[in-house]
């Protein structure tokens, strides 16, 4: 089976996008976090519209947030199942990984996921397999290099030690569903609290892609809150959420939050019909 590597060149684009975002609106959040002046709206070229609570619905920013996550997610239910690029960079232990491009496939029910890596070179045809209510439970990765010719196909506990080393999250939470349901939890838990932005960015583009993008800030650091600033871009045709970055506070007074995880799912085929078949480790 061969996979194309095109693919990672296509995430040019986005960065280029989450750049010039992170450049106006992430230094309007490190100002007001240390009592600045805000930067003037007029600074930024992106359609912004900012939803803010009024004294009369007493509406938190967060709920047309909410509200658009689930709508979203109701479509997602509707998908059997899909293909894509997975993008991801991740904040582990302190050290902010390198870009890993990943042939992702998923089907919703049961559950599966399966996983090869496009790169970097060190991983390149690492495989993992995910199967809900199979393998007893465990992730099935087959690695590279001298581990590979040693030990061969691998079990291994998706949340214990060794699956999770370089991952944030385990292969059980993989994919935009999951994505989805974690956005509206968070977002439900915050809506608690006040210290919160919420401001819409419309006709923004991930790999071509025309998306909304909402963007959350938490001015002021709480232990309650997973992030100072998070972004959400949502497909406005098939209404998933096709990357999602996160940002923690500063590290020091004037500093620039500090990217703790990002993903990007690109070139999504929806709904293709994989069955059993489709769900198993490669040889070649």
């Not at 061969?2 to 040019?12: E, Q, R």
């Not at 991801?88 to 890993?100: F, P, Q, T, V, W």
């Not at 025309?210 to 001015?219: A, D, K, M, N, R």
Request: net charge positive; hydrophobic share 35%; aromatic share 10%.
């Amino acid at each position: 089976m061969k996979y194309g590597t095109s693919a990672k060149w296509m995430v040019v684009p986005v960065l280029a996008a989450a750049a010039s975002l992170q450049s106006t609106a992430l230094q309007t959040a490190n100002a007001q976090q240390y009592g600045a002046a805000p930067q003037r709206q007029g600074q930024t070229q992106l359609r912004q519209q900012s939803q803010q609570a009024t004294p009369q619905a007493r509406q938190h920013p967060l709920e047309p947030a909410i509200q658009m996550a689930k709508r979203g997610l109701a479509d997602i239910e509707k998908i059997r199942d899909y293909e894509c690029t997975l993008v991801k960079r991740e904040l582990i232990n302190g050290k902010l990984s390198g870009y890993e491009y990943v042939y992702t496939r998923v089907r919703h029910r049961p559950f599966s996921v399966y996983m090869y890596f496009l790169s970097p070179s060190g991983k390149k045809g690492q495989q993992a397999l995910y199967i809900q209510g199979r393998n007893d439970g465990k992730l099935i990765a087959k690695p590279v290099g001298i581990i590979q010719g040693r030990i061969g196909q691998i079990s291994l506990d998706p949340k214990g030690w060794a699956a999770m080393r370089d991952n944030r999250y385990p292969i059980t939470e993989v994919g935009v569903k999951n994505l989805a349901k974690r956005l509206i939890e968070v977002a439900e838990h915050d809506k608690q609290f006040g210290e919160c932005n919420v401001k819409f960015y419309n006709n923004t583009k991930v790999n071509n892609r025309i998306t909304t993008c909402i963007e959350v800030t938490h001015p002021v650091p709480r232990k309650t809150f997973r992030f100072n600033v998070a972004r959400i871009f949502i497909d406005d045709q098939t209404h998933v959420p096709v990357r999602y970055e996160s940002y923690t506070w500063p590290q020091q007074r004037g500093g620039q939050p500090v990217l703790q995880e990002e993903y990007t799912y690109l070139n999504m085929k929806l709904n293709n019909g994989f069955t059993d078949a489709d769900f198993v480790i490669r040889e070649k």
